[in-house]
């Protein structure tokens, strides 16, 4: 089992930036990717952001956020980053980070996310 805990949400002015902390502990390991993924208000799905691996860092991203946000890892403290900038009200969304093993089709690790509000 693998258990994430995001943290660094929060109350921001839209142009300002926040960043976003994965924290993971329990069965973690080279083998995974994690993504960042956020649910707006009176939305059911949840909108895939950014991924990376955690042995070679290698990153994807949703073209909506490619230009603002930028993912990163730091593999002796076990967290992933995702660093907003020039935040907009429309990325206003619980925040989730997950984990999956490479290879795998789902993604079977969930934390239980941050808010971010970006007020206009």
């Known amino acids: 089992q693998v258990q994430l805990v995001e943290s660094g949400g929060g109350l921001v002015q839209a142009g300002g930036s926040l960043r976003l902390s994965c924290t993971a502990s329990?069965?973690?390991?080279?083998?995974?990717?994690v993504g960042w993924f956020r649910q707006a208000p009176g939305k059911e799905d949840r909108e895939f952001i950014a991924?990376?691996?955690?042995?070679?860092?290698?990153?994807t991203y949703a073209d909506s956020v490619k230009a603002r946000f930028s993912i990163s890892r730091d593999n002796a403290k076990n967290t992933v980053y995702l660093q907003m900038n020039s935040l907009k009200p429309e990325d206003t969304a619980v925040y989730y980070c997950?984990?999956?093993?490479?290879?795998?089709?789902?993604?079977?690790?969930w934390g239980q996310g941050t808010q971010v509000t970006v007020s206009s």
């Open positions: 997950a984990a999956r093993e490479l290879g795998a089709t789902s993604w079977a690790y």
């Open positions: 329990g069965r973690t390991g080279m083998s995974y990717r």
């Open positions: 991924s990376i691996t955690w042995m070679l860092g290698s990153t």
